[in-house]
Structures are given as structure tokens and as C-alpha cells.
């Protein structure tokens, strides 16, 4: 299979700070997703990226996508302890189901 | 607001035992999804399903078989469990376009002693 992977196992950041999780991929897409997931949670999307598109927002998220390099980015801005959580990108393959990377623990301190 | 839910949230199983861990979704969506998630391997795909009597292999199915019998139902069944599928598995459900949005359920966490 062909995986979404992001660059990083773990951030740590303090309340307020920005921070960025970077996903890379192997196969041609139509649309990359970025999901959450809170501690003994299911997955939940955040963003759906579309390829034609080079960013998108929602509220204190943005994501940005580069077709050419098969990279995309998440940023939170002015982070909360809340915001602490395993972040995952995802695409499908196939158009059958998605296919998530190992995901990004982010750590978000008073 | 998408809602799957998941029963049992927690089962603990002896090896050779069987297990059947179900999945309801109430939002009309043709596609559902069994993955299982274990720590170093993100969430992998184990069966899904494009509709109510159909059933799909995904990329680990050996060990599992999975059934759906309406719209709403869709259970994963260990017919003889080992401890390698000790993990925690999500379900979740889809509209029928491949590149939308999946909503999933709470998980399961299952233990096989």
C-alpha cells in the first residue's frame, strides 16, 4: 500500500504557539484529509484538501498541499491544551478507503 | 452531526474463542469501514463494505471475517482469536464518493489472553 506518512513522531509546543505537522505521500491523489484524534477517541476529519487546491482553512487550521513534491502541511495557530492529540493524513487509494500515515503526537502545555 | 456507534467498547477474549464486534451507523452511508489501529502502524484497513449483503477484503484480512446485513449493521468477526489481535478497531462509515469525509465510531478495545 501505498501511505501518507508524517515527518514527525512527536511536537511539544506551549499554549498560544504555532505548530505545524507535515505529511508526505507516494501516489497521485485527488484529495488529502487531515484527522484528529483525541485520547480514547475515533479519528475525526479537520480538513479535506482538494488536489486543485494549495490551501485551505478552518478556523485556527490551515493546510496547504504541493502536488508537485506529494506534501502537504497542517498549522494550528494560537494552540490549546485542547488542541493536544494524535494529528494523521490520509488519502485514498484507489477510491476504496483511506490510507492514513502513522500520525503526529502533538503535545500542547500550559 | 455523522453518528457510529460501537459495541463492546471493551472485550476481553481467550485465544481460540470467538469474537464479534459490532458497528451501527445512522447516516445513511452506503460505505462502511473496519480498520484496526496499533501503535507504529497508523489506522490499517481490515474489510469494508459498499452496501447492505457485500463485503470487501482490505489490506490485512487474514484472521477476520466481516458481515453486513442492512444499511445501518456492519460486525467484524474473529473466529478463532489469537493475541496478535490484541488492538483497538474503529469503524466508520462513508458516502459513496471516494474522497469524502469518513466518520468514525469510538473503537473497540479488545484483549486476547
Known amino acids: 500500500s501505498q501511505l501518507a506518512e508524517e515527518n514527525l513522531w512527536a511536537l511539544s509546543v506551549h499554549e498560544g504557539e504555532s505548530v505545524t505537522v507535515n505529511c508526505s505521500y507516494k501516489?497521485?491523489?485527488?484529495?488529502l484529509q487531515w484527522y484528529r484524534q483525541k485520547s480514547g477517541e475515533g479519528p475525526a476529519q479537520l480538513i479535506l484538501?482538494?488536489?486543485?487546491?494549495r490551501e485551505k482553512r478552518n478556523g485556527r487550521l490551515r493546510a496547504t498541499l504541493d502536488t508537485s513534491s506529494q506534501s502537504s502541511s497542517l498549522s494550528i495557530t494560537a494552540t490549546r491544551c485542547e488542541d493536544t492529540a494524535v494529528y494523521f493524513c490520509?488519502?485514498?487509494?484507489?477510491?476504496?478507503?483511506?490510507?492514513f500515515g502513522t500520525g503526529t503526537t502533538v503535545s500542547v502545555s500550559p | 452531526e455523522a453518528a457510529v456507534t460501537q459495541s463492546p467498547r471493551n472485550k476481553v477474549a481467550v485465544t481460540g474463542g470467538k469474537v464479534t464486534l459490532s458497528c451501527n451507523q445512522t447516516?445513511?452511508?452506503?460505505?462502511m469501514y473496519w480498520y484496526r489501529q496499533d501503535t507504529g502502524h497508523g489506522l490499517r484497513l481490515i474489510h469494508y463494505?459498499?452496501?447492505?449483503?457485500?463485503?470487501e477484503k482490505g489490506d490485512i484480512p487474514d484472521g477476520y471475517k466481516a458481515s453486513r446485513p442492512s444499511q445501518e449493521n456492519f460486525s467484524l468477526i474473529l473466529e478463532l482469536a489469537t493475541p496478535s489481535q490484541t488492538s483497538v478497531y474503529f469503524c466508520?462509515?462513508?458516502?459513496?464518493?471516494?474522497?469524502?469525509?469518513?466518520?468514525f465510531g469510538p473503537g473497540t478495545r479488545l484483549l486476547v489472553l
Open positions: 484538501i482538494r488536489s486543485n487546491e
Open positions: 466508520a462509515s462513508g458516502p459513496d464518493r471516494g474522497g469524502d469525509t469518513q466518520y
Open positions: 490520509a488519502h485514498y487509494q484507489g477510491g476504496r478507503a483511506l490510507i
Open positions: 501516489t497521485s491523489i485527488t484529495a
Open positions: 447516516n445513511n452511508h452506503n460505505n
Open positions: 463494505s459498499y452496501g447492505a449483503g457485500s463485503t
